[in-house]
Each structure stands twice: as structure tokens, then as C-alpha cells.
């Protein structure tokens, strides 16, 4: 079992930054992929960057100038710094992580990036 614990979310202005973490625990070796997801109201959960032990790095084309993931070492802790918000960046973040084939989520956090 992995466990995943995110935190971070909030209300911010448009143009506004927010660092999201995320704690991995349990079982997290070997790692294959992290990452983070969001969703929108009305949509469907979407990818919004991953990177693989290999240390590739693939963000969704709206967020690749604005936000960035970073990670420790052994990539159990990881980050989303998210700069210059815009309204439609509004949704609930997930981090993601890959570990023995089975994917695992975070609880979510709420970001609301109001106009």
C-alpha cells in the first residue's frame, strides 16, 4: 500500500502563485512515475505533469510556462509551483504517483484562482 497526503490549495488572485507537496509513504519503492492531476467542475479528471524515475518531464500544453514539478531524491516528496494563475487553472489537485503498477491518489486540493 502507498499512501499519498497533498496539501497546499487555497484562493488566489488571477496572476498569483501556489506550491503544492505531496508526501509519499508505505510501500513507494520502486517508483515509476509522480505527478499531479486536476479537475475541473463538470469535467474529468486530467493529467497536468508527471515525471518518471528517469527524470522526464511532461507537463499539458496550457501549464508548461507556468508551472513546474519538482521532487527530492528518492521522489517519495514532490511539489507543483504553479506561477501565474489564471481562472480556468480552478479545480481540485490530485498528485499521482505509479509504484508496482498500480496507481495511487492523493486526497485533492482545492485551488480557486478567482478573476
Known amino acids: 500500500q502507498v499512501q499519498l497526503v497533498e496539501s497546499g490549495g487555497g484562493l488566489v488572485q488571477a496572476g498569483g502563485s501556489l506550491r503544492l507537496s505531496c508526501v509519499a509513504s508505505?510501500?513507494?519503492?520502486?517508483?515509476?512515475?509522480i505527478g499531479w492531476y486536476r479537475q475541473a467542475p463538470g469535467k474529468q479528471r486530467q493529467l497536468v505533469t508527471t515525471?518518471?524515475?528517469?527524470?522526464?518531464?511532461n507537463y499539458e500544453d496550457s501549464v508548461k510556462s507556468r508551472f513546474t514539478i519538482s521532487t527530492d531524491n528518492a521522489k517519495t516528496t514532490w511539489f507543483l509551483q504553479m506561477n501565474n494563475l489564471k481562472p480556468e487553472d480552478t479545480a481540485l489537485y490530485y498528485c499521482?504517483?505509479?509504484?508496482?503498477?498500480?496507481?495511487?491518489w492523493g486526497q485533492g486540493t482545492q485551488v480557486t484562482v478567482s478573476s
Open positions: 515525471i518518471n524515475r528517469s527524470g522526464n518531464i
Open positions: 508505505g510501500d513507494t519503492y520502486p517508483v515509476n512515475t
Open positions: 499521482y504517483a505509479l509504484y508496482y503498477g498500480t496507481e495511487y
